[in-house]
């Protein structure tokens, strides 16, 4: 490995640092060029919903990692700076100020932006998304004039946010378009108790509504929804989705779908530029179809992916995907996908009280686990998948019977 090589990383969060500080670690003598849009150090993003709305974490407790280590792994890092374009045929990435950079690697790691709902009055004062720092800041900025919060989208996002505000004393009211909370990422016992749980706390959830658009005059007044309702709000969080920022590879030729599409090293089309995190589309080594995940567990695997291919060392991605959320006094915590499953099982009382486990089947293997405070469910449910052991339904509703024996 020649030390005029380098490796450009685009986009700078979970993924691209993480595959930075990988190729550190996996022996890449050449140049590491970390390229990120946003203007400051890189930080943990998942917190965005948690702690920093409610105001028990400020900016610089989330860093990815102090600034002293970029220089001490020798990343050079460029912040606040946008590439617009690949050039495959020179190698170069072109930045948003004219700079060229060459690449004998490249990392696409550039996430992934907020779905926009363009409806009158999105753009009015006190409308709000949540992906970056600057949006909580412009949140917790609203909040003391604040009394009735309308969060749009009843997904993780909008619901952690709705259950941080809450804390915070703000009447708050979640609208969802589909039928049900959480529809796209969990099955509906889990979605019943999300809703419960945010009425028991005091939140109006309303499902099966549409948004009509925004009412105010400088600033939102209202949130106007079937039939001309109107729901009184001086603050709105949009949380209906996110898409992918794949325009870069696409306008360079590299094949793309729901994301820029690679394989189990996490290779594009072309061979010498990697996609990684949230970005990046693949086949899943445990569900046989293309997927594309929104976590950080994907991001940092893939990341160690990538660089290890980079440095000679590849192995494929195999990794089963998890997912946390925490909203009030709950940690879910899921392993798996339980997107295609025909049998629900629960373990655990899940009207009682706040700890249960929902385990999803499709013909008869166990393919997913929603683990609602219940920390050993996830990890014996972790192994099982892994395993690829399907405990009988007797068993498995049998608090009393230990699931370790299966592993045994
Ligand atoms: P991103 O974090 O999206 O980062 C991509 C970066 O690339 C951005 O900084 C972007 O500005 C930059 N970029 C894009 N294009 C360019 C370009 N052309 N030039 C330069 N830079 C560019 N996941 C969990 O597992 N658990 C959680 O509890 C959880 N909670 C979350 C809460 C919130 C509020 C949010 C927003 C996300 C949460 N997630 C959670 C998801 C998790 O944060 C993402 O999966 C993770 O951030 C993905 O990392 P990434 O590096 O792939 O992409």
């Given at each position: 490995m020649s030390r005029s090589q380098t490796c450009v990383v685009v986009g700078a969060s979970h993924a691209g640092v993480q595959a930075a500080l990988s190729l550190r670690k996996g022996g890449w003598q050449g140049d590491v060029v970390l390229i990120g849009a946003e203007p400051q150090l890189p930080y943990h993003r998942p917190p965005l919903s948690k702690t920093l709305l409610l105001q028990a974490?400020?900016?610089?407790?989330?860093?990815?990692?102090?600034?002293?280590v970029y220089a001490r792994e020798r990343i050079d890092l460029h912040l606040g700076r946008t590439v617009r374009a690949i050039d495959r045929a020179s190698s170069q990435v072109i930045l948003d100020s004219g700079e060229h950079i060459e690449y004998s690697k490249l990392i696409l790691a550039t996430g992934c932006r907020v779905r926009p709902l363009d409806l009158p009055g999105s753009k009015l004062a006190g409308v709000h998304y949540l992906r970056t720092v600057d949006d909580v800041q412009g949140i917790l900025d609203d909040i003391p004039h604040a009394r009735n919060m309308v969060v749009v989208g009843g997904g993780y996002i909008g619901l952690e946010a709705a259950a941080s505000l809450r804390k915070s004393g703000l009447t708050v009211t979640v609208l969802e378009a589909a039928d049900r909370l959480l529809a796209r990422v969990t099955g509906s016992e889990v979605s019943e108790f999300f809703r419960q749980m945010h009425e028991q706390e005091g939140v109006d959830v309303r499902t099966n509504v549409a948004v009509h658009g925004f009412d105010g005059v400088d600033a939102v007044e209202a949130v106007v929804v079937d039939n001309d309702q109107i729901i009184p709000a001086d603050l709105v969080i949009i949380g209906v989705g996110v898409l992918p920022n794949i325009e870069l590879a696409n306008d360079a030729g590299l094949v793309t779908s729901n994301g820029i599409v690679v394989n189990e090293f996490t290779n594009t089309s072309d061979y010498d530029i990697y996609a990684i995190g949230d970005c990046a589309s693949f086949v899943s080594h445990w569900y046989g179809r293309e997927v594309r995940l929104e976590s950080v567990q994907n991001a940092v695997d893939q990341a160690k992916v990538a660089a290890a291919s980079i440095c000679g060392n590849p192995v494929p991605y195999t990794a089963l995907p998890w997912f946390w959320s925490d909203q009030y006094d709950v940690k879910l915590q899921t392993v798996g996908l339980s997107q295609g499953h025909d049998q629900v099982l629960i373990r655990g009382d899940m009207t009682g009280g706040r700890s249960f486990s929902a385990w999803y089947f499709r013909r008869g293997s166990l393919i997913a686990v929603d683990a609602i405070n219940d920390a050993r469910s996830y990890v014996i449910g972790t192994k099982l998948i892994q395993a690829g052991i399907s405990p009988p339904e007797s068993m498995l509703v049998d608090t009393d019977c230990d699931l370790r024996k299966f592993l045994a």
């Open positions: 974490k400020g900016a610089e407790d989330i860093l990815l990692k102090p600034e002293a």
